[in-house]
């Protein structure tokens, strides 16, 4: 009888640590199943948002194609067309809407020599504006222009443009003239810190 007892009762020390240790397993387990499935819903969610934003990105290139036609910026050539009035009220009006469209910058550029020639934008920050006494710089700044050039809207995400920039979430879509030609692009931006800190809030 008390080796039967003294059996039991090391069967049950015996059990203890086996019982415990697989009790943490599963809840180790059941730990890293929720954490794995969080994980993909704060990526759809966040995808979702980003989304979001693109379309609202897109949408603002549209108006902004629509605002001026080709020709209009065909007028604007050189450095000193910028203190041209007209030229004052667009850079206004497009001020005016990247405030109500929500997004950083909005601007006109063409192609000139194989280099982007910035036309005009709504930043009136001498340190960060640009247009047309702003050197012309290499395509490359302008990731998806090409795509905008032969008459579509580019989507081509985050641009780092090296420029005193910072990244940006950028859409560009083509500005036609009358003849259906594509004789200019605007591209619309949004920096990627803003959405993070969208984010955050």
């Known amino acids: 009888m008390y080796s039967e007892s003294n059996a ?8 203890g640590p086996k019982t415990r240790l697989m009790a943490y397993m599963v809840a180790v387990a059941i730990i890293m199943v929720l954490s794995l499935y969080a994980r993909a819903r704060i990526g759809a969610s966040l995808n979702a948002e980003r989304e979001g934003i693109v379309k609202r990105l897109v949408l603002t290139s549209h108006l902004a194609s629509d605002l001026v036609a080709g020709e209009e910026l065909s007028r604007y050539l050189s450095p000193d067309d910028i203190y041209r009035p ?19 910058y909005i601007y006109y550029f063409r192609i000139v020599d194989g280099l982007v020639q910035y036309i005009v934008d709504n930043d009136f920050d001498h340190s960060t504006r640009v247009g047309l006494e702003t050197p012309p710089v290499d395509p490359r700044v302008e990731l998806g222009y090409e795509k905008a050039m032969s008459g579509h809207v580019s989507t081509d995400g985050t641009v780092e443009y090296g420029l005193g920039w910072p990244d940006m979430l950028s859409v560009h879509a083509p500005v036609f003239n009358e003849s259906g030609e594509v004789v200019a692009v605007v591209g619309v931006d949004l920096p990627e810190s803003e ?3 969208a984010r955050v809030k």
């Open 195 to 197: 959405i993070k800190n």
């Open 8 to 15: 039991a009762e090391r069967d049950r020390e015996n059990r």
């Open 86 to 104: 007209d030229y004052r009220r667009l850079k206004e009006t497009l001020a005016a809407m990247a405030r109500e469209c929500g997004v950083k």
